[in-house]
């Protein structure tokens, strides 16, 4: 039998026999099992060390926001503005930024007092065999209350915290997004004007060769009709023509895409690309690299940081979810008037006001707060694990431009140098046919070859570029400008 001394002692006692209760059912849910890799642990590769070293020597600086400005050409710096302005993808990537930030402005709602007014009137006719008296009994009266309530969650194991914090965290994710999507898109810009002025190069060149073609096919009809050439000769060098139009149609349809495909990237019509001048990008020095890899490539890359930030959400929501375990709190105060009819609503007798602090604990969930913190922990081996994955692919991006940077550089030279030896070698044969001392198949042969080295050095010239714009993508677009 509890004497009135042990009834305190049993108040205290039996909460304190709840709340540990609730929290050994937290006791057999697996905790988070994923961790973090650390960018220095990686073994960044030759390729990548090697370019560091030469920017460390060369006080190579992190690459500036406009890296394509190293292309020296003013119609890819306007398109780029223009991009940025119009490009529907990009806009929506903004306004998921906008919903991210009200979203944690409503999680940190729920960490401040809240504030309530109501107003409710009602006619009302009252038993006449109810509790209430005459001389309402029988009879209908209005009745109306005015009521201010504050109310007030004490948060005491930080839940409404952790909420707020990962919704914080959530809008920092989607701004690294919104950067992911604006780095896609330069990039995507970048390389169909480089595609672009491949594409008109190579034009050029088909339309100097057939344009050659045919001088040599008139040339060749006129020695055969002055008995110097057959037939045959002239015949071959016809097969050659249909084939050299069909290629100048295809470099010119590639044009077109490529215009469209522009327009389309800076938010405009078709039409847009139709004003689109051949572009005429030039790259200077050979890529290297600032000599902070690959520890700072975790702040440059905004997929990085989009993951990072995913981490830490995943983080708070655990504690959130830890939270739900334990009792909570909620004060809530009210005051106002209610009075019968309105001539005394306001006087001082018609007030009201009381205190009703709630505390709830959580008993017996079936299993779902265990079931929910289990989820959480699961979502962030999920958020860990994909962070670890990015980090591996943007060390490879790295590795695999530098790589490539490398070999265009190398691949350039030796074109230059083979397009050298096949001009050569295509005067010589131009001055024998002329002067009689060769056939029209050995010229032709040798402008094909010649034809096929410039291709070649247009296609390199192209990779070389494109390496370049891969690069800066892969370290994250550069340091936002100061």
Not at 3 to 19: E, N, Q, V
Not at 79 to 97: F, T, Y
Not at 250 to 261: F, G, I, Y
Request: net charge positive.
């Amino acid at each position: 039998m509890s004497t009135p001394r042990s009834l305190p002692l049993l108040a205290t006692a039996l909460p304190m026999a709840l709340l540990l209760a609730a929290c050994a059912g937290m006791g057999n849910v697996a905790p988070p099992q994923a961790r973090k890799v650390n960018p220095l642990e990686l073994n960044a590769g030759a390729a990548i060390r090697a370019a560091a070293a030469e920017g460390e020597a060369a006080r190579m600086a992190w690459p500036k926001q406009a890296w394509w400005r190293d292309l020296n050409d003013p119609q890819l710096d306007r398109l780029l503005a223009r991009a940025l302005e119009g490009n529907p993808s990009l806009k929506a990537s903004q306004a998921r930024v906008r919903q991210a930030q009200a979203l944690a402005g409503a999680a940190e709602a729920a960490t401040l007092p809240r504030v309530d007014g109501s107003a409710v009137t009602d006619r009302e006719r009252y038993s006449a065999h109810s509790t209430v008296p005459a001389p309402l009994a029988g009879n209908y009266a209005t009745k109306t209350t005015i009521n201010i309530t504050a109310s007030y969650d004490l948060d005491l194991w930080g839940r409404n915290r952790d909420v707020l914090a990962a919704a914080l965290h959530d809008a920092q994710m989607a701004a690294a997004e919104a950067r992911m999507v604006k780095l896609a898109l330069q990039t995507a810009v970048v390389h169909s004007y480089i595609q672009l002025a491949s594409a008109w190069a190579m034009q050029d060149a088909v339309a100097a060769s057939l344009q050659q073609r045919q001088q040599i096919l008139d040339l060749t009809r006129r020695r055969r009709d002055a008995g110097l050439a057959s037939g045959i000769d002239v015949a071959t060098i016809e097969t050659t023509l249909p084939a050299g139009r069909r290629e100048r149609e295809q470099a010119a349809e590639s044009v077109a895409l490529l215009r469209n495909q522009l327009a389309a990237l800076i938010g405009q019509g078709p039409g847009e690309g139709d004003a689109i001048a051949r572009p005429v990008p030039v790259l200077g020095s050979a890529a290297v690299l600032p000599s902070a890899l690959p520890a700072e490539l975790v702040a440059r890359r905004p997929d990085l940081a989009a993951q990072r930030w995913r981490v830490e959400a995943a983080a708070r929501r655990i504690g959130a979810a830890r939270a739900d375990f334990y009792p909570n709190i909620n004060l809530v105060a009210f005051a106002g008037f209610q009075a019968l009819g309105f001539s005394r609503l306001l006087d001082a007798h018609s007030a009201t006001r009381g205190v009703a602090p709630a505390a709830s604990l959580p008993i017996f969930e079936g299993g779902r707060l265990r079931s929910q913190l289990g989820s959480q922990n699961a979502l962030y081996d999920i958020a860990v694990e994909q962070y670890n994955a990015t980090l591996v692919q943007a060390l490879a991006d790295v590795a695999n431009a530098v790589t490539q940077a490398r070999s265009a550089e190398q691949q350039r030279q030796l074109a230059e140098q083979a397009l050298a030896s096949a001009s050569k070698a295509c005067a010589l044969a131009d001055r024998a046919f002329r002067a009689g001392m060769t056939d029209a198949l050995s010229v032709l042969q040798a402008r094909l070859t010649l034809l096929e080295e410039q291709r070649q050095l247009v296609q390199v010239q192209t990779r070389r570029l494109e390496s370049y714009a891969a690069l800066m993508a892969a370290l994250g677009g550069g340091r936002e400008e100061e």
